[in-house]
């Protein structure tokens, strides 16, 4: 059996966005039954030269919502970072992302199968993270190689660096709070 590009991107990118929003409400609950705030998580980081939660949870957000956009424009053209939000900020974005890739249909995305992308990327200096920027560079995809080499592994990556975050803190997370709703088959 075939696999379409929508079934490689867009159900996958919702299993794990619909899992960071079920392990951001877990982290709420935590944080009411533990007596503490979750705008502390905010800023929370693995280690000093990592971004910070609230990144790692924008990032998330664009990889998903703008990879798939990328399909259709031939830019990976996320809005600018926000910086650190409230929490509730942040669950908010993971809804955002949930609804929005919710309305991509299969014919939509399939129709930009094999598509050739000429991706720019720039990565800006940060002061308070303290990154180091980049030239700017272009890489040359097609619609599949930039999705599975580029925007999931991005993606995935920022996802289980907040999840990572959360469970350092204390929040009570484990695998299957990460993976989401498996998409089995009908026995």
């Known amino acids: 059996m075939a696999i379409s590009l929508y079934d490689l991107s867009v159900p996958t990118f919702l299993q794990t966005v619909r899992a960071v929003g079920a392990f951001l409400d877990r982290a709420v609950t935590h944080c009411a ?30 990889h998903s919502v703008w990879g798939i956009e990328a399909l259709k424009t031939g830019a990976f053209t996320p809005p600018a970072l926000v910086g650190p939000v409230p929490f509730t900020d942040l669950q908010a974005m993971v809804g955002k992302a949930e609804m929005a890739l919710e309305t991509f249909t299969p014919d939509e995305v399939n129709s930009w199968s094999g598509k050739e992308l000429n991706i720019e990327l720039h990565r800006p200096l940060d002061e308070e993270d303290a990154w180091t920027p980049w030239d700017p560079r272009t890489l040359a995809f097609t619609s599949e190689t930039f999705l599975l080499s580029f925007s999931m592994p991005n993606f995935h990556f920022h996802a289980v660096t907040a999840y990572d975050i959360l469970r350092s803190r204390g929040v009570p997370l484990g695998k299957r709070d990460y993976e989401g709703r498996l998409r089995t088959r009908s026995a």
């Open 33 to 62: 039954e533990a007596g503490t705030d979750p705008d502390d998580f905010v800023n929370a980081r693995l280690f000093d030269d990592m971004a910070p939660f609230h990144f790692q949870i924008e990032a998330a957000w664009h």
